[in-house]
T-cell receptor
């Protein structure tokens, strides 16, 4: 199966700064999912996007699904140390997890 | 707690040996997935089962095999172990194929160390 491409691989920010990770596919996705893995933990489901142009918010996290349903992004406003971890996107069916973006936050 | 259980939590073995990792999915979930995660790496998809049948195969080595039993628990067998097989092995479960049923719930993982 195909794998979605995710960038950047690493992101180091100062606490309070914003953070964005991007997920891209060469084919149209029926849906995309986002997961977070804390250091030493297991991936935890955050959200699923299904509709073209969809935007969903969870407190300081904003998830977007592109109009063409080929890309997605996760934006965190005013990062906190609790946001530390690796964020993965995953496509549907045979589409596999992206490589993940590892976020570190300097207090 | 995701509701997915994995045993054992830790496993230390020697090269050339064989081990079996066990996973029990969430109640009601029919799909089970296996992933390998090496140190600071991404999630490498190994294999997926749905209701006892193999549904998708990823980068699973020939030395590895898996199955899903009638009670829906799954086992991942790793044989002729090599040092490079040392990794965290995650099991995940979902209701089944097709959104939103594909949301995956991950177990705590089995950390395998091959010496």
């Amino acid at each position: 199966g195909q794998q979605v491409m995710q960038i950047p691989q690493y992101q180091h920010v100062q606490e309070g700064e914003d953070f964005t990770t991007y997920c891209n596919s060469s084919t149209t996705l029926s849906n995309i999912q986002w997961y977070k893995q804390r250091p030493g933990g297991h991936p935890v489901f955050l959200i699923q996007l299904v509709k073209s142009g969809e935007v969903k918010k969870q407190k300081r996290l904003t998830f977007q699904f592109g109009e063409a349903k080929k890309n997605s992004s996760l934006h965190i406003t005013a990062t906190q140390t609790t946001d530390v971890g690796t964020y993965f996107c995953a496509g549907p069916g045979d589409m596999r997890f992206g490589a993940g973006t590892r976020l570190t936050v300097k207090p | 707690d995701s509701g997915v259980t994995q045993t054992p939590k830790h496993l230390i073995t020697a090269t050339g040996q064989r081990v079996t990792l066990r996973c029990s999915p969430r109640s009601g979930d029919l799909s089970v997935y296996w992933y390998q995660q090496s140190l600071d790496q991404g999630l490498q998809f190994l294999i997926q089962y749905y209701n006892g049948e193999e549904r998708a195969k990823g980068n699973i080595l020939e030395r590895f095999s898996a199955q899903q039993f009638p009670d829906l628990h799954s086992e991942l067998n790793l044989s002729s172990l090599e040092l490079g097989d040392s990794a965290l092995y995650f099991c995940a479960s979902s209701v089944g194929p097709g959104a939103p049923r594909e949301t995956q719930y991950f177990g705590p993982g089995t950390r395998l160390l091959v010496l």
